[in-house]
């Protein structure tokens, strides 16, 4: 049973799951990973969730304004065991909800070529693909998506 919960950056189970991706980005981007890993700092985040199945924490995603409508979708993964689930669809789902209950109206994120399956994740949740936003302007690698919610 998967089970969701609201919470900060500085939760224990959301750190622990930021580990795992940021030691998975590390290996995927290569030389890359320094300019993507400054635009991806935890500290301060507001608005993280994070998925339990079985009360095993699995997957992680987080949002933070982007401007005044729009939220960015940030740190999203899930462990390798548990993908193929429909789990990170239901933490992007969580993340939208909360995204509208604050008062905006609009999702963003940017991801790398070299995350195929996110890609596949963001398409499956109905993201369009939108002309690459500051500060991913002129990085070929990037793409990024942009949702109505």
């Known amino acids: 049973m998967i089970s969701i919960l609201r ?3 500085e939760h224990k189970d959301f750190i622990e799951l930021v580990s795992h991706l940021d030691a998975d980005l590390a290996r995927r981007d290569g030389e890359d990973h320094a300019f993507f ?5 935890v500290d301060m985040i507001k608005h993280v969730v994070v998925a339990f199945e079985n ?13 005044n409508t729009t939220m960015e979708i ?19 789902s969580e993340l939208e909800k909360w995204t ?19 890609i596949r994740l963001y398409e ?12 991913y302007v002129n990085v070929e690698t990037s793409r990024c998506f942009m949702k109505n919610v």
């Open 55 to 67: 009360e095993i924490p699995v997957s992680c995603g987080a949002i933070k304004q982007f401007d």
């Open 7 to 9: 919470t900060n950056s």
């Open 74 to 92: 940030k740190r999203m993964y899930t462990l390798p065991d548990y993908r193929g689930k429909g789990i990170a669809s239901k933490v992007l």
């Open 37 to 41: 890993a400054q635009y991806n700092k």
């Open 100 to 118: 509208l209950e604050l008062g905006y109206q609009k999702c963003i994120l940017e991801t790398g070529i070299k995350q195929p399956e996110a």
């Open 124 to 135: 499956k949740n109905n993201y369009q693909l939108i002309p690459n936003y500051e500060p």
